[in-house]
């Protein structure tokens, strides 16, 4: 008997606009000890599938015309207190049945540990409280001792002193920690993990994947885990199911279906992913000796710590130490390193959007060189026109009140650029088709665009003022391997269209050696190693960028 069985389930979402059939006849199962990867795009119904083995989707908007979900239901009989084991059905089962079953028996991770977490109790507290809702007659005192193991258990390091913590006071790494941890506190059977590294860096994302397979194979735990990263999948899964529009198009071991896939979506899903794009010729050259565009020289971005009644100076947060390094002209530079390394805070100094502490900030035209450290906004204006930025989620930088548009047309008519309100239209038209949208999203909102739709509109604000220079800050990371794949060659297309030169802020190594001429690696405010990318990606020399070139999970390797 497997320990989840689907049977040709469906689930319907009830809308405004109609039904949706976000699970379109399913059918797999996941044996005892099994990891089964659930792949697909947004939107193809891997969550709401997992939402629906918990029974957690609203009443009110949901419900289920037809399939079941058998479980291998392990409970304790209070009569002869031995275990029994019962196959149940959980669409029939009534609230207190799965409230038995949810966090003892499926446990599930969610992807924003920060929205999942209770930010008014600690996060002792929150492990607690799972524990003793499904351990009748537990002591306060057995259950904190069971939350202290649960927190050394996913390697917490202190837990004793973490206990009270409140979650803004943890990083992500720690934060996503502490929701294994309150996951895996009860033991359960199966362990739901929806893109649960899809936020972390990718030594971090190495550590929480190494311990939920440690985890996994020490207590005898099966695993549906949910992502679009083919290199985890590759790194963990046993089986894999390929989602498309509610439909489970392909399943198999996960060597089959990776390495030689049926179906042309999962074939189109794996021609998009990074390790599989095309590899360009790079033109080996001495970035010492090309044309720089912005020179930037022993840069410090330092924040006071505070502390006391007078909130006195005590020490200094170093976001940016000493870094001086070039940015040639017409070139992709990829900035990678770990969170809190300092990347995005370089990022802003460089556009002085974040005021240096010491320091020099260089661009260099024809004209002559301009030292940008210390000019006034109004001095600045002039060259935000030349130096634009791209960010990493659209939809909050996107003005949800204004159409698109007005999103384009505004920032030139601040600049400048266009005679009249009809000129200016008409050019915005012609760069969103530079985008590679169409003319007639001009007069849509936000919110009524795909992540990767609102992620070229973003790109469009940015060229639509004519730079030379564009800060793309982890532009990628939050899209679809397809999307990703689409954004990446249109990168490289304006680039070569308009000789424009790009600062790339990311973590995705394979993004790097794709698309980037050069990379810099940070850590901790320093620059540790730079170099032409094949030279940094393909032969490291600082202990740090093998450290993170190692951690990275490769479709390929487990060939």
Request: charged share 25%; aromatic share 4%.
């Amino acid at each position: 008997m497997s320990l989840l069985e689907i049977k040709n389930l469906h689930t319907h979402l009830d809308t405004d606009s109609g039904i949706i059939k976000a699970v379109d006849d399913v059918s797999f199962s996941i044996e005892k000890g099994e990891t089964f990867c659930l792949v697909g795009e947004s939107g193809s119904g891997k969550s709401i599938l997992a939402l629906s083995v918990i029974q957690l989707l609203p009443h009110r908007i949901s419900h289920h015309p037809g399939g079941e979900i058998l479980f291998d239901w392990r409970k304790l009989n209070q009569l002869t207190h031995k275990e029994e084991h019962q196959q149940v059905n959980m669409l029939t089962l009534d609230e207190e049945q799965l409230c038995d079953i949810r966090g003892s028996r499926i446990a599930m991770i969610f992807q924003e540990p920060m929205t999942s977490l209770n930010p008014v109790y600690s996060i002792g507290e929150q492990i607690m409280e799972a524990l003793l809702l499904h351990n009748h007659g537990m002591s306060e005192e057995v259950a904190k001792q069971r939350a202290l193991k649960a927190m050394h258990e996913v390697q917490i390091k202190d837990a004793e002193s973490r206990f009270n913590n409140y979650p803004h006071e943890l990083s992500g790494g720690q934060r996503q920690r502490i929701m294994i941890a309150m996951a895996l506190a009860c033991e359960p059977d199966l362990l739901i993990a929806d893109e649960p590294t899809t936020a972390l860096d990718v030594t971090v994302q190495a550590e929480v994947l190494k311990l939920i397979k440690e985890l996994q194979q020490r207590k005898g735990m099966s695993v549906l885990f949910i992502t679009h990263d083919f290199g985890v999948v590759a790194q963990i899964a046993d089986k894999v199911g390929v989602m498309k529009q509610g439909k489970l198009v392909e399943v198999g071991d996960s060597k089959s279906v990776l390495h030689n896939p049926r179906h042309k979506y999962t074939q189109k899903l794996l021609a998009a992913v990074p390790d599989n794009l095309p590899r360009r010729e790079r033109e080996e050259y001495d970035p010492n000796q090309q044309d720089v565009l912005i020179k930037v020289s022993h840069l410090d971005v330092f924040f006071p710590i505070r502390k006391g009644l007078f909130q006195r100076v005590v020490d200094h947060v170093r976001a940016v130490d000493d870094v001086s390094i070039n940015i040639n002209k017409g070139k992709i530079v990829a900035l990678v390193g770990e969170s809190g390394s300092g990347k995005t805070t370089l990022g802003r100094a460089i556009l002085q959007l974040q005021k240096a502490t010491a320091g020099s900030v260089v661009f260099i035209t024809e004209e002559g060189e301009q030292e940008l450290v210390g000019l006034s906004n109004k001095q600045m204006k002039p060259w935000r026109r030349r130096m634009q930025i791209a960010f990493q989620d659209p939809q909050s930088s996107l003005n949800p009140r204004l159409m698109v548009s007005k999103t384009i047309t505004e920032p030139m008519k601040v600049h400048g650029i266009g005679d009249s309100d009809e000129e200016r239209l008409q050019l915005a038209g012609e760069v969103l088709e530079s985008v590679q949208l169409e003319r007639n999203f001009l007069w849509r909102y936000p919110h009524e665009f795909s992540g990767g739709q609102r992620q070229r509109i973003g790109l469009a604000r940015a060229l639509a003022l004519k730079p030379e220079f564009i800060v793309c800050d982890e532009i990628t990371s939050a899209l679809d391997v397809s999307v990703q794949a689409e954004i990446l060659e249109l990168l490289l297309e304006i680039r070569d269209r308009q000789n424009l030169t790009l600062l790339f802020i990311t973590h995705n190594i394979a993004v790097v050696e794709y698309l980037c001429d050069e990379t810099i690696v940070m850590k901790n405010g320093k620059v540790v190693e730079q170099g032409l990318t094949n030279a940094v990606c393909g032969n490291p020399q600082n202990p740090y960028t093998q450290k993170l070139l190692a951690a990275v999970p490769r479709l390929h390797s487990s060939i």
